[in-house]
């Protein structure tokens, strides 16, 4: 089963707006990643968050996570219709410092930003 | 111009035939994974190696065989045994330097489908 849980499934808002997805995991992580991934293309990276972190900015993204409630949220502010992507997020469920770094993935939230 | 490269882009295949997916990085990462990803779905671990001449096997590895005979080499056989081949396929690498994080880059993708 999936470790990650993205909501919503789908989100679709105007240029300029805020968009806010979640993600919710159910063990123990050293570390969550959000990931973008353009229509039939790879992925790209976006944001790691350790367990020991609550909040991360890099630009026009905002991430937190609650350790105690096993969740993370993805704000991206002042949206663009270029923002148009897959988002997911991924865990490193890792208990020792020997997997290194095998991740796993959520099913992703589709974001649609009209212009 | 570092990065990591997946061929070809699109491949069909006729039931019964084996067919391999080729995945070459540049980046002097130590560790590399195969992916499936189905349509709206996240992704899901098919194998992963992390050194040459290694690998082990993720989530769904029925089907599919890989080889590490070189670090910047890792492709992927989807075998006659894999009863549902048709899939997106995403290669990654990491470094697995413990001071950096496990972000993983990914190639472009290989579109399979099964005639």
């Known amino acids: 089963s999936q470790q990650g849980e993205e909501d919503p499934q789908a989100l679709s808002i105007q240029e300029g707006e805020n968009a806010t997805m979640n993600c919710s995991y159910k063990t123990s992580i050293n570390n969550l990643q959000w990931y973008r991934q353009n229509s039939g293309r790879g992925l790209v990276h976006l944001i790691l968050?350790?367990?020991?972190?609550r909040e991360k900015h890099s630009g026009r993204l905002r991430v937190t996570l609650d350790t105690s409630k096993k969740s993370s949220s993805l704000l991206i502010t002042a949206s663009r219709a270029a923002d148009t992507a897959s988002y997911f997020c991924?865990?490193?469920?890792?208990?020792?410092?020997?997997?290194?770094?095998?991740?796993?993935f959520g099913q992703g939230t589709i974001l649609t930003v009209h212009p | 111009d570092g990065g990591i490269t997946q061929s070809p882009k699109y491949l069909f295949r006729k039931e019964g035939q084996n067919v391999t997916l080729s995945c070459e990085q540049n980046l002097n990462h130590d560790a590399m994974y195969w992916y499936r990803q189905d349509p709206g779905q996240g992704l899901r671990l098919i194998y992963y190696s992390q050194i040459v001449n290694d690998f082990q096997k993720g989530d769904i590895a029925e089907g599919y065989s890989v080889s590490r005979e070189k670090k910047e080499s890792f492709p992927l056989t989807v075998t006659s045994a894999q009863k549902n081949p048709t899939a997106f396929y995403l290669c990654a690498s990491s470094t697995r330097l413990a001071s950096r994080s496990d972000t993983q880059y990914f190639g472009p993708g290989t579109r399979l489908t099964v005639l």
């Open positions: 968050i350790r367990s020991n972190e």
């Open positions: 991924a865990t490193d469920a890792r208990a020792g410092g020997t997997s290194y770094g095998k991740l796993t």
